[in-house]
């Protein structure tokens, strides 16, 4: 982080995600589902969050706990939430969270660009090419 970037933006670096989420008006959530960040929003971090507040999830559905998140959304603990990914996806037609009105669910199409799918085939096939001339892969997932 460079601090002319967060000037020219108008933001500012919190330290504890408490914080964070105390003082936002949207929370994208941005992370690799590890075990670390599996539920990392859950009961509590919402309940921390502005009634204001959006929640939005571009990276797995297993880092909100949606039992949680139904719960706060019917109850107005947040205003809205908006989920590109699920857990399970897709869900269940009878799932609680189709049934609310201050929530949006795309089908995992956060990517679906022209552009982003192209710099995913050249991933892949740089990785591809890495394997085949037995060079490390630049994108490996699972690092020996």
């Known amino acids: 982080r ?4 967060e ?6 670096y919190c330290a504890e995600m408490e ?3 105390q003082q936002s008006d949207f929370v994208m959530l941005v992370v690799n589902l590890t075990p670390e960040t599996h539920r990392l929003i859950g009961k509590k971090e919402l309940e921390l969050m502005k009634p204001t507040a959006t929640l939005i999830n571009i990276s797995r559905g297993a880092v909100i706990d949606q039992d949680a998140l139904v719960e706060a959304l019917q109850n107005k ?5 908006a ?3 699920t857990y399970p996806e897709p869900l ?3 799932h609680p969270l189709l049934n609310l009105n201050n929530i949006i669910i795309t089908p995992h199409i956060g ?3 022209v552009q982003a799918i192209r710099m995913m085939a050249e991933e892949a096939i740089a990785n591809m090419l890495a394997v085949l001339n037995d060079q490390p892969i630049p994108s490996e997932v699972f690092p020996k």
């Open 111 to 113: 990517t679906a660009t």
């Open 83 to 85: 989920l590109d990914v």
């Open 92 to 94: 269940p037609r009878d």
């Open 2 to 5: 460079r601090k002319e970037e």
């Open 19 to 21: 914080d964070l989420l």
């Open 77 to 81: 603990v947040i205003k809205a939430a």
């Open 7 to 12: 000037e020219a933006v108008g933001a500012h």
